[in-house]
């Protein structure tokens, strides 16, 4: 069982940056998409971006210009590079792949992102 780890969040200033990691316990090579979404309080699950093994990007209306998704396979690893932070970005970011066989999901236990000032 691949277990995804999330790190990097933390308390930023509106305008400011983080870079999200997401550490996978074995090969991300099982994984055809990896992504990342988010859950602000009291609102639902939503999707912020997606990376396809062939690098392919997909982008929230939110996220569009703003964040950058990479994928590193040789490192096994995910990142979501995230810039001119809102407060409304606000929220607990999690790590998101599917499998290529079965369309299996794997979720990280989410980083805590907070924009204020």
């Known amino acids: 069982q691949v277990q995804l780890v999330e790190s990097g969040g933390g308390l930023v200033q509106p305008g400011g940056s983080l870079t999200l990691s997401c550490a996978a316990s074995?090969?991300?090579?099982?994984?055809?998409?990896m992504g990342w979404y988010r859950q602000a309080p009291g609102k639902q699950r939503e999707l912020v971006a997606t990376?396809?093994?062939?690098?392919?990007?997909n982008y929230a209306d939110p996220a569009q210009g703003r964040f950058h998704i990479s994928r590193d396979n040789a490192k096994n690893s995910a990142s979501l590079q995230m810039n001119g932070l809102k407060p409304e970005d606000t929220a607990v970011y999690y790590c998101?792949?599917?499998?290529?066989?079965?369309?299996?999901?794997?979720w990280g236990q989410g980083t805590q992102v907070t924009v204020s000032s």
């Open positions: 990376i396809t093994s062939g690098g392919v990007t």
């Open positions: 998101h792949a599917v499998r290529w066989v079965g369309g299996t999901e794997h």
């Open positions: 074995g090969s991300i090579l099982l994984f055809k998409t």
